[in-house]
């Protein structure tokens, strides 16, 4: 069954502690790997798409990884305006299905 | 006015009221979708549209229901809701079914009473 996991499912760090969120998926076939960070009561904001196995991106404090079973969104020396859920979303190749994870939740403390 | 924006913002209905739910996007996109998002589950794909066509609709009961006049616009028809549907309610669109990088819109808060 596709599926996508995503942990921890609550996060807290004092600022300028670096830290990794992981989303683990299975799919039969990868289309893609989708990170978005969502604000409290906003739609999602687009991070990052991967689409193979050692692919890497980045985006100031934010570094996504991929691997054939994972990804891992990396924060550098995060800030409390980092604070947001971040949510994982797979698209199968089989049909275009898409599929969310319940998202993480980081609390960045001053 | 860029992106996606949804109309309105928060909604407040009764069981035995009528209301739509409207979205715009601006990014010239031809796949526009409607998704649930409750407190603690994964977001729940209800509706697909691609070039004004819907392609999916993921066994969402009857009292909603999608219009799409235009790849532009999606609109969601609500009737007879009951309190278990209270929830965000996003739209999202991409530049086609198979380029799937969706991008939301801010959403519209539905309470049931």
């Known amino acids: 069954e596709d599926q996508v996991t995503q942990s921890p499912e609550a996060l807290r760090l004092q600022e300028g502690e670096s830290s990794s969120l992981n989303c683990s998926y299975t799919?039969?076939?990868?289309?893609?790997l989708f990170w978005y960070r969502q604000d409290p009561g906003k739609g999602p904001e687009f991070l990052f798409t991967?689409?193979?196995a050692g692919e890497e991106k980045e985006k100031e404090r934010l570094k996504a990884t991929l691997t054939k079973k994972e990804s891992f969104l990396h924060i550098t020396a995060p800030k409390p305006e980092d604070s947001a859920t971040y949510l994982c979303?797979?698209?199968?190749?089989?049909?275009?299905?898409?599929?969310f994870g319940t998202g993480t939740s980081l609390t960045v403390i001053p | 006015e860029t992106g996606v924006t949804q109309t309105p913002r928060h909604l407040v209905m009764g069981m035995t009221n009528k209301k739509s739910l409207k979205c715009e996007q601006h990014?010239?996109?031809?796949?526009m979708y409607w998704y649930k998002q409750s407190a603690k589950k994964p977001l729940e794909l209800m509706f697909v549209?691609?070039?004004?066509?819907?392609?999916e609709n993921n066994s969402v009961p009857s009292r909603f229901s999608p219009e799409c006049p235009n790849s532009s616009h999606l609109f969601l028809h609500l009737h007879t809701l009951q309190p278990e549907d209270s929830a965000l309610y996003l739209c999202a669109s991409s530049r086609d079914r198979g380029q799937e990088t969706q991008y939301f819109g801010p959403g519209t808060r539905l309470l049931v009473l």
């Open positions: 799919v039969s076939g990868l289309r893609g």
């Open positions: 991967l689409y193979s």
């Open positions: 549209y691609n070039f004004k066509e819907q392609t």
């Open positions: 979303a797979v698209q199968a190749i089989a049909g275009n299905q898409f599929y």
């Open positions: 990014l010239g996109h031809n796949a």
